[in-house]
């Protein structure tokens, strides 16, 4: 059977090797038995179902969330020539009978569905007409309230079990800390599930996160210090920032395109091309370009913004290094992306559970940013993973992070805050703790307050970052609807109190050792 997983691999797939834990997951289906696998993304979950659906008997049936990728999945598998199809509300009522009938006959080898669709009346009783080789449950994480992706009707799906208790399972996903990983188990009737785990390690890349301050010149200079001759990637969240960088760099002497998708489809796909094909070229993109893309030797992979979840961080470093050679993941990072990022949130249209799961993917990515341990740690402890040990390969392992006591600093700033109605964003609050007059400040009376000028003691540039780590923590929350206004949260308290240390973070003295200035 083996011999015939590796004959499918090669022929149907066109590889020549399984990669961690394929193999292993794909002998123990084939013998009948359920499995619970664990892979980041980009590692090979979709073979660990699709090759035991194409030798078992029957078809293998893979319940998806999302239609969308249903289409692309189908639409790539009948490329290389396996008998796929998908049953989703984008079918007309014929489509469907026509899928219902081939299932019938025998001729389909995977079918993807939707968990709503799988669970009606009228597919359950299909589903006891034909021979069914296996179950997959992609994206498993679904059925978890901890998650963050919960969708209800991934509940029903523990009826497999019960209806068909002979048929094996598959659940898959890329994010499960061990309290989801149980209630993965419980949920779909797992518990016996043979379990699969791979590492999310990517130990030969580093990681670095730096503050904010003139985010081209230290791309430049991270560039010129550590990649000259690179090809690499550079992240910018808008369309016009990544023109604007690329035109930057290429002006000041370093190859670089731009790749997003508002522009001209043969322009960027010539981009992308010339991106695969030169070894000394960096894209400057948003986050469109990515998928799919599979170039063993970017070097690098610079983010000028701060993506909007750590699954995103860890997808978008991930592109780094492929061929197992030392590469770099770096970012800056800086107060207004925090402010940017939660007003895009806040102004977003989606429904309010959505949005407490995005503000909460949000925080663990500024978590990360403030880290004052090893990061490597952090982030692969985000997705369930554990590393004994700090790395010794992030930058918060190879120079010691310098903290210092700010919990006067940050009372000061609480103070001040709530002295002027938690009416007022940071700008206008380090002005009054720095006891800057102003036309606006004579007019509203901050100037005759206790709190004002008592901040002389830092810097405006120091105000900012804890400013920046108040927000990160919770301490403080940014009121969107109102002109970016701080505001105090209830987990202030103690630190007003005086009853909680607030260590912070020191940030890296301002790069004015660099030599060479690049013109903006
Ligand atoms: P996941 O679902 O875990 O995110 P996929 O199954 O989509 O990952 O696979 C990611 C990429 O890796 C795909 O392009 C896939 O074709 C490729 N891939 C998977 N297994 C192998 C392998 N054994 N050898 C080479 N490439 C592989
Ligand atoms: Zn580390």
């Not at 009978?97 to 009346?121: C, F, K, S």
């Not at 210092?404 to 001040?416: E, N, P, R």
């Not at 307050?449 to 927000?471: M, N, P, Y």
Request: proline share 3%.
């Amino acid at each position: 059977m083996l011999n015939e997983a590796h004959r499918i691999l090669k022929t149907v797939f066109g590889y020549d090797q399984f990669r961690g834990h394929q193999q292993a997951a794909i002998e123990h289906l084939i013998a009948g038995q359920d499995a619970l696998v664990l892979m980041p993304t980009g590692g090979g979950k979709s073979l660990c179902y699709q090759i035991p659906a194409l030798i078992r008997p029957g078809v293998g049936i893979v319940i998806s969330p999302l239609i969308a990728l249903m289409q692309d999945q189908v639409s790539a598998l009948l490329q290389l020539g396996v008998k796929a199809a998908f049953l989703n509300s984008t079918l007309s009522l014929d489509e469907s009978r026509r899928i219902e009938q081939q299932l019938i006959n025998g001729e389909i080898d995977l079918l993807y569905i939707a968990p709503e669709r799988l669970t009606a009346p009228h597919t359950l009783a299909l589903f006891a007409r034909i021979q069914i080789a296996l179950f997959a449950i992609d994206e498993a994480h679904c059925v978890s309230q901890w998650g963050h992706d919960f969708r209800v009707d991934y509940l029903q799906l523990s009826m497999l079990h019960e209806r068909f208790p002979t048929i094996p399972r598959i659940a898959l996903t890329a994010t499960a800390d061990d309290k989801t990983r149980e209630e993965i188990k419980l949920r779909l009737s797992l518990t016996h599930a043979r379990l699969f785990l791979s590492s999310f390690d990517r130990p030969n890349i580093r990681y670095a996160i730096v503050q904010k301050r003139e985010a081209r010149q230290q791309l430049m200079s991270f560039i010129q210090t550590e990649h000259q001759g690179d090809s690499g990637i550079v992240y910018c969240l808008s369309r016009k920032k990544v023109e604007e960088t690329a035109a930057w760099l290429t002006g000041n002497g370093v190859r670089a395109l731009p790749y997003h998708a508002g522009m001209d489809a043969r322009l960027r796909a010539k981009h992308q091309h010339e991106f695969l094909m030169n070894d000394n070229l960096i894209m400057v993109a948003t986050i469109a370009f990515g998928m799919g893309i599979d170039k063993p030797n970017v070097r690098f992979v610079a983010h000028l913004d701060l993506p909007k979840s750590l699954e995103a961080y860890y997808q978008e470093t991930g592109r780094a290094g492929r061929d197992g050679l030392p590469a770099n993941a770096w970012m800056t990072y800086g107060l207004q992306d925090v402010i940017t990022l939660r007003r895009m949130l806040a102004q977003s249209t989606a429904d309010e559970a959505h949005k407490r799961i995005e503000y909460h993917k949000l925080d663990a990515m500024l978590a990360l940013c403030e880290q004052v341990s090893c990061r490597r740690q952090a982030l692969l402890r985000y997705f369930g993973d554990t590393l004994e040990q700090p790395c010794g390969n992030c930058d918060t392992c190879l120079e010691q992070v310098d903290t210092w006591d700010g919990t006067v600093a940050a009372q000061k700033a609480l103070s001040c805050i709530h002295r002027t109605g938690q009416r007022f964003g940071s700008g206008y609050l380090i002005e009054v703790l720095l006891g800057k007059t102003s036309e606006r400040m004579i007019k509203s009376g901050h100037d005759k307050q206790s709190t004002f000028g008592i901040g002389k003691d830092l810097a405006e540039q120091q105000w900012h970052s804890v400013f920046r780590q108040l927000i990160a923590r919770g301490l403080v929350a940014v009121d969107f609807d109102n002109f970016s206004v701080l505001r105090l949260t209830g987990a202030c308290r103690p630190i007003l109190r005086g009853e909680q240390l607030l260590m912070l973070r020191k940030d890296q003295p301002t790069e004015s050792k660099q030599k060479t200035r690049y013109s903006g």
